[in-house]
């Protein structure tokens, strides 16, 4: 069964500056935590549009992997979607979505994924690391655009 982690937080950047940021994929190495080792394969520079796939190396609980992602979905400056390919996950869809909001941007990452083995699996071990990831991406995101003070991310 597909298992749902979201994040929402509310940057001090406009909406076209966030997006600007997303739209370029080499920025996603620095939203990644360092101990997943992560590394874009695919060749500079990358064009964001349906149909572009992305090509990753990643280290997972110690262990190379291949990862390769697909956007499926490009609605310039409001969302976009990836979904693996290729990778550790059964099923891995990533939304991403920008709302301009009176003090900024309101960022949201809803991801959807399962993982073989079931809940077993996911709860022993995979639901914390995704967790981790993309608490460290609210932080970064805050670092790099600032964090309206008082809003907590979700």
């Known amino acids: 069964m597909p298992r749902t982690i979201l994040r929402e937080q509310i940057v001090t950047a406009p909406l076209d500056a966030v997006f600007a940021f997303y739209a370029d994929a080499s920025n996603l190495e620095r939203l990644t935590p360092p101990w997943l080792r992560f590394e874009i394969v695919t060749h500079p ?5 349906p149909g572009a796939r992305i090509d990753y190396r990643i280290r ?17 400056p409001h969302a976009f979607r990836d979904e693996q390919r290729r990778g550790p996950y059964r099923s891995w869809i990533h939304d991403h979505e920008f709302v301009s909001h009176p ?23 995979v639901r914390k690391d995704v967790a981790r990831i993309f608490d460290y991406r609210v ?6 655009f600032g964090q309206v003070p008082g809003v907590r991310a979700v």
Do not use: N
Not at 62 to 74: H, K, L
């Open 139 to 144: 932080e970064r995101l805050a670092e790099i």
């Open 45 to 49: 520079p990358i064009e964001m549009r």
């Open 60 to 76: 997972l609980r110690g262990f190379p992997m291949r990862w390769q992602s697909e956007i499926t979905r490009w609605d310039p």
């Open 103 to 125: 003090a900024g941007t309101l960022v949201r990452d809803r991801i959807r994924y399962s993982v073989a083995g079931g809940a077993l699996v996911d709860r022993l071990f």
